[in-house]
């Protein structure tokens, strides 16, 4: 079978199946969301960063994020969404969550870019699981955040080498961001039913028992540990 084909036959089931259409409509457009507003963020953050080179990275991967929002744009329209319909309900959550989360500098933004929007692609990587190959395939490609990794991570650390006093409050920041991210992932699941249902499964879908859920939340747990340690900061 050709990839067309399959890509054909995994439409063919969305069509027939409307919950699990509307848990993959959900899942893109979260999705969505998170990329455009990281566009958004990257663009107007990269006015204080203190080098043209570093303007010059901003504005690099903040055009990453808007290909990630095209991608998911153009499948939410071949899967008959709106797409100005599909974001919508997820946009006030999102911007009580940037709301809380503002930075106040130009690291804390860095820091926001790599920890806060990291722990919640990881959920959503780990939601990934539970749909069809294509749609796996397509939130990984999104949810891919090494590109952005290695820039923050050089620029976060050599920040402390040159003042090792900024350790300590980014390393508040981190915390701080990882609790807002979490309670942000588990709002918008909890709000969404058919998100909800995409995690905890069905008659004809495997999903998540709660010892799986346990294991999802000690794998971001864990993940998130390693993001601070790759940046010189306790978790």
Request: glycine content about 10%; cysteine-free; overall charge negative.
């Given at each position: 079978m050709t990839s067309e084909s399959k890509n054909q036959e995994f439409d063919?089931?969305?069509?027939?199946?409307p919950e699990y259409r509307a848990a993959v409509i959900d899942l893109l457009a979260v999705l969505a969301v998170g990329e455009l507003t990281a566009f958004e963020r990257m663009a107007a953050d990269s006015v204080l960063a203190p080098t043209y080179a570093d303007k010059a990275a901003m504005g690099e991967l903040a055009t990453i994020e808007f290909k990630h929002f095209i991608a998911l744009r153009n499948r939410l329209i071949e899967l008959g969404?709106?797409?100005?319909?599909?974001?919508?309900?997820?946009r006030q959550t999102l911007e009580e969550f940037h709301t809380k989360t503002k930075p106040t500098d130009w690291?804390?933004?860095?820091m926001k870019a790599f920890v806060g929007d990291g722990i919640g692609l990881d959920f959503y990587r780990e939601i990934s699981s539970y749909v069809d190959p294509r749609t796996r395939e397509l939130v990984l490609e999104v949810c891919d955040d090494l590109s952005q990794a290695a820039y923050v991570v050089d620029r976060i650390r050599l920040a402390i080498v040159?003042?090792?006093?900024?350790?300590?409050?980014?390393?508040?920041?981190?915390?701080?961001?990882?609790?807002?991210?979490?309670?942000?992932?588990?709002r918008v699941a909890a709000e969404r039913d058919?998100?909800?249902?995409?995690?905890?499964?069905?008659?004809?879908?495997?999903?998540?028992?709660?010892?799986?859920?346990?294991?999802m939340l000690a794998?971001?747990?864990?993940?998130?540990?390693?993001?601070?340690?790759?940046l010189g900061l306790a978790a």
């Open positions: 063919q089931e969305l069509a027939n199946d969404a709106d797409p100005e319909v599909a974001l919508e309900p997820f690291l804390e933004g860095l040159e003042d090792p006093k900024v350790a300590g409050r980014l390393a508040l920041w981190g915390r701080r961001l990882v609790g807002e991210a979490l309670s942000q992932a588990q058919a998100l909800s249902a995409l995690i905890i499964g069905g008659i004809d879908r495997p999903g998540a028992d709660l010892a799986e859920i346990g294991r794998r971001l747990t864990e993940s998130h540990s390693r993001r601070m340690a790759d």
